[in-house]
C-alpha cells in the first residue's frame, strides 16, 4: 500500500495539484511589478464596476419602461390589465397610477445612485429603498384585502423594493473591491517606506 502511494505521489497527476511553496522557489516582487499589478488590478476592478453598474442599470431601466406601459395602459383603457384588475373593487384608478409612478421614482433613484459617481451616490439608493417599502406597504395593504391572495402579483409590492435593494448590493460589493484595491496600495506604499 506504501508503495502504491509513493508511486501516486511521483506520478504524473501531480500536475492536478496547488503548487505550494516547497515545490517552486519563489521571490518577492520588486516595486515595480507591485505597481504594475496594483495597475492592473485597477483598471480590471474599474471596467468591471462600469460593466455591473450599466448591466443593472438597464435591467431596471427595462423595469421602468414596463411600468411606463403599465402606467398608460390604467391611463387610457383603466382595469384592462389583469394585475390591475384584481383591484378593481377596492381601489380607485389614479391611485394605481400614482403607486405605479412612484415606484418608476423608486427605480428611478436606484439608478441615479448606481451610475452617479460621488459620495452621495448611496444616498440615492437608500432613499430609492425607503420610498420601495412605502410602496410595498400600500400593495401589501390592499393585497390583504383582496377576497383571495393573488400570488401572482407579488411583484408589484416587491419589484421596486427588491430593485433597490440589489442596487444597494451592487453598490456596496464595487464600492468594497475598490476599497480592497486602494487598502493594497497603501500596503505596497508602506512596505516601501519602512
Known sequence: ??????????????????????NEPTRPLDSQEQEEMVRSLE????????????VFAT?????????????????SSPWELQYHAYFMEEI??????????????????????????????RRWIEYAVYVGISVAIFWLYYMLRLSRFQWDIIWLPFGP????????YVDHMLT??????????GYMYTYKAS
Request: with cysteine.
Open 176 to 185: 468594497e473591491s475598490s476599497e480592497e484595491i486602494r487598502r493594497l496600495r
Open 1 to 22: 500500500m506504501k508503495k502504491l502511494a509513493r508511486q501516486w505521489r511521483n506520478s504524473e497527476y501531480d500536475s492536478f495539484t496547488l503548487p505550494t511553496h516547497d
Open 59 to 75: 435591467l431596471f431601466f427595462c423595469y421602468i419602461l414596463f411600468l411606463l406601459y403599465s402606467i398608460f395602459q390604467q391611463a
Open 43 to 54: 483598471r480590471s476592478q474599474a471596467q468591471q464596476n462600469r460593466l455591473w453598474r450599466t
Open 161 to 168: 423594493l427588491s430593485a433597490s435593494a440589489v442596487c444597494l
Open 92 to 121: 380607485h384608478s389614479w391611485m394605481i397610477i400614482s403607486a405605479d409612478w412612484v415606484a418608476v421614482l423608486v427605480c428611478s433613484f436606484a439608478i441615479i445612485g448606481l451610475l452617479h459617481q460621488s459620495m452621495h451616490s
